[in-house]
């Protein structure tokens, strides 16, 4: 059984950075590929930011390409998102998956989440 918890999350002024974290366990993440999702108030879960499934390729929706970056630390069993330039709609709760099949893109294809962390950004 896959838990992931995040941590990292909190208020920050436009234009700041935060540091999002997603530690694993129950499997080694050499064997899955981890992704980042976020969920506004009244919005449907999107896609931000994942993984290959060689851990080197990357890929990031349009709307935090340039200014977020995933990474991962496999001898920690951990993966992160390194938030900057962020802006007042970035501003939801963001959650990390587990995905061992599928596409990067498709929420779908992620059978393990997190439980979430809260991201404000204040204008």
């Known amino acids: 059984q896959v838990q992931l918890v995040e941590s990292g999350g909190g208020l920050v002024q436009t234009g700041g950075s935060l540091r999002l974290s997603c530690a694993a366990s129950?499997?080694?993440?050499?064997?899955?590929?981890m992704g980042w999702f976020r969920q506004a108030l009244g919005k449907e879960r999107e896609f931000v930011a994942g993984?290959?499934?060689?851990?080197?390729?990357?890929y990031y929706s349009d709307s935090v390409k340039g200014r977020f970056n995933i990474s991962s630390d496999n001898a920690k069993n951990t993966v992160f998102l390194q938030m900057n330039s962020l802006k007042p709609e970035d501003k939801a709760v963001y959650y990390c998956?587990?995905?061992?099949?599928?596409?990067?893109?498709?929420?779908?294809?992620?059978?393990?989440w997190g439980e979430g962390t809260q991201v404000t950004v204040s204008s």
């Open positions: 998956a587990d995905r061992c099949t599928g596409s990067v893109w498709s929420k779908g294809e992620y059978g393990y």
């Open positions: 129950g499997r080694t993440l050499s064997t899955h590929a």
């Open positions: 993984l290959g499934w060689s851990g080197i390729n990357t």
